[in-house]
């Protein structure tokens, strides 16, 4: 059974860092797509980072690109995404969702099959 624990989640100042962290369990690690959703509230989940090991893919959105990296521990069956210079706008529930390899619309919500249960990022301005 696939199963994704996000964590790291919190209150953070405008400028802060927080570290997420998905324990993925159930599946190979390196023959999945693991990403990164983020759904602030009345708005619609959007993607934010996708890594994908064995094809050796990184993506981010344009929104994130320069602050946040997203990275892995294989050995710990881990993802990680590091959040510097947070924003008041990055304030959502931050979700990790794995699919199987290979995936075409890796930035599509619905191309994905796994999801954790979120955790809550909040940042004051």
């Known amino acids: 059974e696939v199963q994704l624990v996000e964590s790291g989640g919190g209150l953070v100042q405008a400028g802060g860092s927080l570290r997420l962290s998905c324990a993925a369990s159930?599946?190979?690690?390196?023959?999945?797509?693991i990403a990164w959703f983020r759904q602030a509230p009345g708005k619609e989940r959007e993607g934010v980072s996708c890594?994908?090991?064995?094809?050796?893919?990184?993506w981010y959105a344009d929104s994130v690109k320069g602050r946040f990296t997203i990275s892995t521990d294989s050995a710990k069956n881990t993802v990680y995404l590091q959040m510097n210079s947070l924003k008041p706008e990055d304030t959502a529930v931050y979700y990790c969702?794995?699919?199987?390899?290979?995936?075409?619309?890796?930035?599509?919500?619905?191309?994905?099959?796994?999801w954790g249960r979120g955790t809550q990022v909040t940042v004051s301005s």
């Open positions: 969702a794995a699919e199987e390899m290979p995936i075409v619309y890796y930035t599509d919500a619905k191309a994905y099959d796994y």
């Open positions: 159930g599946f190979t690690f390196d023959e999945y797509a």
């Open positions: 890594i994908m090991s064995r094809e050796g893919i990184e």
